[in-house]
């Protein structure tokens, strides 16, 4: 190994920060606030021992409160290999700044557990998430805490959640959101995510005199954000010319059949191998000429040593935190216009926070009105950053944590957190 001269690599959780440092002398929130405004307010580490093949093994869970101030914590449980406590701290504060963007009546949380679910059996990820969900109970509530799922998890998931708190607590279906449809899971929360990616690329096409038709749109990660989000664009007659997932990436450049593609990966368990479809070096998904750039599995995937190769006219994160800041300068420098995660994949937790006002009145919306509300939700939340971005002559980013801050900021002082 040669000796590097690398500079110090900052955290997520610490460019989430500067994020918010910047954000905070255009929203004009004092520094002394600052300090409240970035740390989380509560975090838990547990162990969760399993028995796999007659051997214990144990792995780490976190769960990461972040801020409650305009509401109960809110956030996902992502099952990933590369959970960190960081990791996990930047996505929950990633939470307080959604939330509050599109006005929803949460806070911001995120958890999750170092593990590798692809080569877990149901068995194996059942006993993981009752232990983990007994461990970290005691700190989540309807009007406390509610996770929902993230990479790595789903309504299967969030079904055995549900049961391990009801367990305990008695039958509490607003526990948790993205739950089964047959446990109170709310209709359109699947593909809310994609979905909410879309519309908000539309909303940016169309405030710029374009038109999603024809637009030639790149995606990496086919789950439940990248999968969802393909068939939407589709649904706007857009063409997805590429995707990858974690096993390889195929494109075709006249546009993939994504239909199908969602059958030969539920057969295959990947993209790759698609019939109508050339195999693509996944080195080379993030470098392929297009409109529409979407990044929707990782975060920090987008960097400074990379985002020079990026040939996209727009970076939609779909994805939590996939540039990083530096690479958010580079596309900068190269005109490349960046929509922000915390409003480009806030359908989801829009959609979640329906499922929890379902819960609650014990009442089921139609699809229709779910649709209806997202639409209006996102429309608005997305006027108002780039009324914002025009006003103040900033990015996407900056208005949308600006926002943001400014309205968890004013919360804080309502409750008589921050000197009155
Ligand atoms: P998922 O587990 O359903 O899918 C993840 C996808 O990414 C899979 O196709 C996987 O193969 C792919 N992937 C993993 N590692 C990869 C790699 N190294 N290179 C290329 N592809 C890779 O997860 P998801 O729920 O779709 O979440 C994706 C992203 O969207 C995450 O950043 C998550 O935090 C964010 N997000 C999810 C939701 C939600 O509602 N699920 C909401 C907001 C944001």
């Known amino acids: 190994m040669t000796a590097q001269t690398a500079q110090p690599k900052s955290s997520p959780f610490e460019e989430v920060n500067r994020r918010l440092d910047e954000a905070s002398e255009v929203a ?16 838990i580490r547990v162990e969760i021992p399993l028995v796999i093949d007659d051997h214990l093994q144990l792995f780490t869970g976190f769960r990461i409160q972040h801020n409650a101030a305009r509401g109960p914590y809110k956030g996902g449980i992502r099952y990933h290999p590369h959970v960190d406590l960081e990791e996990v701290r930047s996505l929950a504060s990633l939470m307080t700044w959604k939330t509050a963007l599109v006005e929803i009546p949460f806070g911001g949380a995120k958890g999750g557990v170092a593990c590798d679910p692809t080569i877990m059996n149901d068995k194996e990820l059942y006993d993981l998430t009752v232990t983990f969900f007994t461990r970290i109970s005691m700190v989540l509530g309807p009007t406390r805490d509610v996770p929902a799922p993230d990479m790595g998890t789903n309504a299967k998931i969030m079904g055995w959640a549900m049961a391990a708190y009801g367990r305990l607590n008695g039958h509490t ?23 909410g990616v879309v519309i908000i690329t539309e909303q940016w096409a169309e405030a710029n005199g374009l038109s999603l038709k024809g637009a030639r749109v790149v995606i990496q990660g086919f789950g439940n954000v990248g999968s969802f989000a393909a068939k939407h664009f589709v649904g706007k007659q857009a063409k997805v010319i590429a995707v990858g997932d974690v096993k390889g990436s195929i494109k075709n450049d006249k546009g993939l059949d994504i239909p199908e593609l969602f059958k030969h990966v539920q057969a295959t368990g990947s993209v790759i191998g698609f019939k109508e479809s050339d195999p693509l070096n996944s080195d080379q998904l993030l470098f392929q000429e297009c409109d529409y750039l979407v990044p929707a599995a990782l975060g920090g995937v987008i960097t400074g040593q990379n ?21 958010e300068d580079i596309l900068t420098g190269n005109n490349i216009v960046v929509i922000p995660d915390i409003i480009a994949n806030a359908g989801g937790v829009t959609v979640s926070y329906f499922e929890w006002a379902q819960n609650i009145q014990q009442f089921a919306w139609k699809e229709a009105r779910i649709h209806e509300e997202l639409y209006a939700i996102l429309r608005k939340s997305f006027a108002n950053v780039m009324h914002f971005a025009k006003e103040h002559d900033c990015s996407l980013r900056l208005a949308s944590f600006s926002i943001a801050l400014d309205r968890v900021y004013r919360a804080s002082k309502a409750r008589g957190y921050l000197r009155l």
């Open 28 to 43: 004009g929130v004092p520094q002394e606030a600052m300090a409240l405004l970035k740390n989380p307010y509560r975090e």
């Open 173 to 195: 279906p607003a526990i948790v959101t993205g739950k089964p449809l047959e446990l109170g899971g709310s209709v359109g929360r699947e593909d809310a995510t994609g979905k």
């Open 307 to 327: 985002a020079g190769g990026v040939k996209a006219q727009v970076v939609v994160e779909a994805a939590n935190h996939p540039v990083t800041p530096e690479g």
